[in-house]
């Protein structure tokens, strides 16, 4: 077997919207934090090329419309599941208050 690789010239669009400390723009206008430091250096490891796309209306309107082709990370939600293809998580955050 080989590993999969994308054609040539292909480039897969990655939205992102400001989800400090996860993702966020940074003052100059390039995308920043540890989900973009994670997901680039695999996307680098395996070849895959990615551009990353400030989208600050968020994944279901940047998604369905076709203008990003992968979401970093968004949560699962009934309405989402009939549209989107939500793989099994490579992170799972909890969130509480004490």
């Not at 480039?11 to 400001?18: A, E, M, P, S, T």
């Not at 390039?30 to 090329?49: D, F, M, Q, T, W």
């Not at 279901?60 to 990370?73: A, E, K, S, Y």
Request: glycine residues 10%; aromatic residues 12%; without cysteine.
């Amino acid at each position: 077997l080989r590993p999969w690789r994308p054609a040539a010239g292909v480039k897969f669009r990655i939205g992102y919207q400001n989800s400090a400390p996860a993702i966020q723009q940074g003052p100059d206008g390039k995308p920043g934090g540890i989900l973009h430091a994670i997901l680039s250096e695999a996307a680098r490891r395996r070849g895959i090329p990615l551009e990353w796309v400030f989208a600050p209306e968020g994944p279901d309107v940047w998604l369905r419309d076709g203008r990003v082709d992968l979401w970093p990370q968004v949560g699962i939600l009934p309405k989402r599941l009939q549209y989107l293809y939500i793989s099994r998580p490579w992170d799972a955050s909890t969130i509480w208050a004490a």
